[in-house]
């Protein structure tokens, strides 16, 4: 059975940090790309990071290029998003997915999803 299980969000001031974790299990992870995207109430969802575990890659969406980290432990099965001097517009859902292919994750078309870990940025 596949599982991804995200943890880590919770209730943070402007300019804090959070970073989330992404447990995964039920495939085979090296063929994967591993992404991180968001909801905010009331927006559409949009993509934040993701990384090849094939080829090591990693993609960032223009807002997280500098602020957000994506990293991944190979041996726990387990992708990492860091996200640091957070600020209100940060706030949302967010959840991690995998798909073997990088542009289901442009596309938003990956295969398997988790349940959403809820990050809250207080002004």
């Known amino acids: 059975e596949v599982q991804l299980v995200t943890s880590g969000g919770g209730l943070v001031q402007t300019g804090g940090s959070l970073r989330l974790a992404c447990a995964t299990s039920?495939?085979?992870?090296?063929?994967?790309?591993i992404g991180w995207f968001r909801q905010a109430p009331g927006k559409e969802r949009e993509g934040v990071s993701c990384?090849?575990?094939?080829?090591?890659?990693?993609f960032y969406e223009e807002f997280a290029t500098v602020r957000f980290i994506i990293s991944s432990d190979n041996a726990k099965k387990t992708v990492y998003l860091e996200m640091n001097d957070l600020k209100p517009e940060d706030s949302a859902t967010y959840y991690c997915?995998?798909?073997?292919?990088?542009?289901?994750?442009?596309?938003?078309?990956?295969?398997?999803w988790s349940k959403g870990t809820l990050v809250t940025v207080s002004s």
């Open positions: 990384v090849s575990m094939k080829d090591g890659k990693k």
């Open positions: 039920g495939f085979t992870f090296d063929d994967y790309v």
């Open positions: 997915a995998a798909d073997r292919s990088l542009s289901s994750w442009y596309y938003h078309g990956m295969q398997y």
